[in-house]
């Protein structure tokens, strides 16, 4: 399965993915990113996280090129000057809080810049915060004034399958307005129809000007089957469901279990694959 041209970019999903459940960017990761780079591929990241969000991984996993923010929706430089920003359209944005508060999920809003929340006690606030190692602003209620800014909704519940019916209805609902897919059982998120990472991969390709197909993704999510779909070569996690696994080319260990740093050296850095 490892004898495949070596890609020229590997793009990587980060929870899940690049780093433990407890967020733990480990040495072997680390160090797999150190020798892909001196195999001459670049390593490039995409997640749900705001760009600020994923700022201490970017001397460790000596990233150079852009960095995908919000799925997508912002992409920035490693110095996280904005490159491109895909916000909401304001009245898809109050569609979208209407239908997540609707099905009984609790909403968070994020701006470029803010994560806005109503109840600093609500499920995985203190998730979040320990993840992205910034504090939410806590708000009343969502203003035009923060929809007009909106680059990503999330619609959070530890009713795993009240998110994914949501999901399903956000898609229905959403068709052509937003993208809108679950980043995590209990993270439904909502963004820009152009901001998914399907459209990352695009993107990435275009300012490297490569093909897509010279592009490789690894992720574990289901929001990470558009990337697999987009790019040459796919690689789930093992900690991702069956339905994700059966999108991707080929499986490799957890995030536990070093499963991206087993990756990148089976496939990208084996005799084979060079």
């Not at 996280?49 to 991984?57: D, E, I, K, N, S």
């Not at 307005?177 to 993270?187: E, G, L, N, P, V």
């Not at 040459?232 to 994700?244: D, K, L, P, R, T």
């Not at 696994?245 to 050296?265: C, L, P, W, Y």
């Amino acid at each position: 399965m490892n004898e495949h041209p070596r890609p020229r970019l590997v793009l990587a999903d980060v929870d899940g993915t690049l780093v433990t459940n407890e967020k733990v960017l480990t040495e072997e990761a680390k160090a797999a990113a150190r020798e892909l780079n001196e195999a001459g591929v670049e390593l490039a990241i995409t997640s749900g996280r705001p760009p600020r969000g994923m700022t201490m991984l970017i001397e460790p996993l000596r990233l150079t090129g852009p960095i995908a923010g919000f799925n997508g929706g912002v992409l920035v430089h490693p110095d996280l000057s904005v490159i491109e920003c895909r916000a909401l359209d304001p009245a898809v944005a109050g569609e979208a809080l209407k239908l997540i508060l609707d099905n009984g999920l609790d909403v968070w809003v994020y701006t470029e810049s803010q994560w806005l929340i109503r109840d600093l006690g609500a499920p995985h606030v203190a998730r979040e915060r320990n993840t992205v190692k910034f504090d939410p602003e806590i708000v009343a209620g969502f203003t035009d004034a923060h929809l007009a800014h909106a680059v990503k909704i999330v619609g959070v519940s530890d009713d795993f399958a009240k998110v994914a019916a949501c999901e399903t209805a956000a898609q229905e609902a959403l068709a052509g307005k937003a993208s809108a897919t679950r980043s995590q059982a209990y993270y439904l998120d909502v963004t820009h129809p152009q901001a998914n990472k399907g459209a990352v991969v695009e993107k990435l390709a275009n300012l490297s000007q490569i093909s897509p197909r010279d592009i490789a993704t690894i992720g574990d999510g289901p929001n990470d089957v558009l990337m697999f779909r987009k790019s040459g070569f796919s690689i789930a996690m093992g900690n991702a469901s069956s339905e994700v696994k059966a999108q991707a080319q080929a499986v490799t260990d957890s995030n536990q279990s070093e499963g991206f740093a087993k990756a990148i050296r089976k496939f990208f850095l084996s005799a084979a694959a060079a």
